[in-house]
């Protein structure tokens, strides 16, 4: 029992953990959607939960919970980790941020366009976003699996454009994804808002209070018409954010909690154990801002349970021969294949091109690094998670959903292997991609 244990502690430590997670919800909801499990899935799916009180309440059923309540939830980490880049990360400076924010935004307007281009004039190009977001769980589980052959400045490099390609997801969902707008609640949202910045200038540093008043604002943009997972995205931002303690501090209160504990062995002091837990307990709020605390305790939530727990309710395609047939004769599928697999690495590709061809003639430009890049830019095809959820919002036809998520998976697939193949093979010589050879390029 205990080397299971172990190895189930192992697996859940390591990098690709989350991405084979996914893979295992999402194989498992085609499974169960084309079996005669099929019934009972849909049914589970369509059960209605409310939550609220007489009169002022939201009905939905566990599909909208999902998607609606628990992605709020992604959207948080999201932002957490959006900030975080731009206030500590690779977004600090110019010169390391504007190499993966130009891929980004060419790696996203490119499908965008593909796609625009595929099915305008029809019902579909409401669908536009779909291709343009990457899936940063799949492409680091696939990372993970070339292990040290891959050079951190790349990890870093892919990692930070996935983080500006989901800034810009958000984005697009908060202007262009917006039913009709309730403003009362909308002023709700805006009132916590407000409470939460006044929080942020005061200094506030428990969770509790930006939790609470995060949970009514999420309450109040999920009933003005705005996407709910906005309302994730500005709690995150308003979260305080401050450099960590140095180790001459930390050193000086970890000696000071030891020399408390020792204290509290002599049960004839006034020092008890359980004033020195709240000593360290509040040594920790001192020493770890609450956005990266929240971030801590949301990370293993949302990789590990809330996005394939996403990916089994929203990849439940029926591989019907009338949709399959129907799939590969209209737009929106060969807009979302062409988007993602050839939109994404031409746009990062060209932005890259541009930078190092006009304004940065300096940078290494060997052969490797060329294929490195070109593999990464595959990688960044797959937009399974991000992908899935627009696509929620862009239709509400069964049928429809079912054509546009039949692309998300055959072009995801075909970029993971493809990048894969790309990035084994440019890695062979791991001298010629060291990090001395991007150090001018900020990584």
């Not at 360290?280 to 727990?309: A, C, N």
């Not at 690495?345 to 490195?372: D, S």
């Not at 084994?424 to 050879?437: F, G, L, S, V």
Request: positive net charge; proline residues 3%.
């Amino acid at each position: 029992m205990s080397n299971l244990t172990k190895s189930i502690e192992t697996f859940f430590k390591n990098d690709s953990a989350p991405g084979i997670l996914l893979m295992i919800a999402t194989v498992s909801a085609l499974i169960v959607a084309n079996t005669p499990l099929n019934h009972f899935y849909h049914t589970v799916m369509q059960l209605k939960f409310e939550m609220g009180f007489e009169n002022v309440y939201i009905s939905k059923t566990l599909h909208h919970w999902v998607n609606d309540g628990l992605m709020a939830l992604f959207f948080l980490l999201v932002g957490l980790e959006i900030k975080s880049e731009l206030k500590f990360g690779r977004l600090t400076s110019f010169k390391s941020a504007v190499f993966p924010v130009a891929a980004a935004v060419s790696g996203a307007l490119f499908p965008a366009i593909i796609y625009f281009a595929f099915n305008q004039n029809t019902d579909y190009v409401k669908g536009w976003a779909i291709p343009m977001a990457t899936d940063i769980a799949f492409v680091i589980g696939i990372l993970a699996m070339l292990g040290s052959r891959m050079p951190s400045w790349a990890k870093v490099f892919i990692t930070t454009i996935a983080v500006v390609d989901d800034l810009i997801a958000v984005l697009v969902i908060a202007f262009f994804y917006t039913d009709e707008i309730n403003f009362s609640a909308l002023g709700i949202a805006g009132a916590c808002t407000v409470v939460l910045l006044i929080f942020n200038y005061k200094g506030v540093n428990r969770l509790t209070p930006y939790l609470i008043v995060g949970f009514v604002m999420w309450w109040a943009v999920l009933t003005s018409g705005i996407h709910a997972t906005i309302a994730g995205v500005i709690l995150a931002l308003t979260l305080p954010l401050r450099q960590e303690w140095e180790l001459d501090k930390i050193r000086r209160y970890a000696l000071r909690g030891y020399h408390l504990f020792r204290e509290a062995k002599d049960h004839k002091l006034a020092m008890t154990s359980t004033k020195v837990h709240d000593y360290l307990e509040r040594t920790q709020r001192e020493m770890e801002s609450p956005l990266k605390r929240l971030e801590r305790k949301l990370h293993g939530l949302v990789y590990f349970f809330i996005m394939p727990l996403f990916a089994f309710v929203n990849a439940g395609i029926i591989f019907d021969s009338q949709i399959l047939n129907e799939a590969f004769h209209i737009p929106i599928t060969w807009g979302i294949i062409v988007g993602l697999l050839v939109g994404k690495p031409v746009g990062i590709m060209l932005a890259i091109w541009i930078l190092l061809k006009f304004f940065y003639k300096n940078m290494p430009q060997t052969q490797e690094i060329w294929r490195l890049l070109f593999g990464i830019s595959l990688l960044c095809g797959i937009g399974f998670t991000m992908s899935l959820f627009i696509v929620n919002l862009s239709f509400d036809n069964r049928v429809i959903q079912e054509e546009a998520k039949i692309g998300i998976l055959l072009a995801s697939l075909l970029s993971g292997i493809l990048g894969y193949l790309v990035l084994r093979n440019a890695t062979r010589k791991p001298e010629a991609i060291t990090e001395d050879k991007m150090s001018r390029m900020g990584y």
